[in-house]
């Protein structure tokens, strides 16, 4: 399937996760890995020949970027002006996010690899 609807059907599982089920630890995290593959499918559309551990590299670091930014609380204060930028930015730091994310990253970009190597056997 091509990275394009993939990162479509990503987001549309990552909006009824958030719209119509309850905000609990396991939504939490199920956002959290949405969010990173979004991330690893958006760079992969962006720039489509770069390597699997590029991909992932640029994705991580996106994610971790983002995560870390809400320590300024200004996702937070956006956020509260315009809701959108909260599916984009989030809200509040936490640190379990990074971890979800990083491991999220890590077993796509493995995914990646094989698929690559097994395109050129």
Do not use: K, N
């Not at 379990?96 to 994310?101: K, P």
């Not at 990253?105 to 395109?119: E, K």
């Amino acid at each position: 399937m091509p990275a394009a609807a993939l990162l479509a059907a990503v987001v549309v599982v990552g909006l009824v996760v958030h719209a119509a089920l309850p905000d609990t630890a396991v939504t939490d995290i199920t956002g959290d890995v949405l969010y990173a593959a979004a991330a690893y499918l958006a760079v992969v559309l962006i720039a489509p020949g770069l390597p699997p551990l590029a991909v992932g590299g640029i994705a991580a670091a996106w994610c971790v970027a983002v995560e870390l930014f809400q320590l300024t609380s200004l996702p937070l204060a956006w956020g509260a002006r315009f809701a959108p930028v909260m599916l984009l930015l989030g809200t509040v730091f936490d640190p379990r996010d990074i971890v979800v994310y990083v491991v999220t990253i890590v077993v796509l970009t493995g995914v990646h690899l094989v698929r690559a190597r097994s395109r050129r056997a």
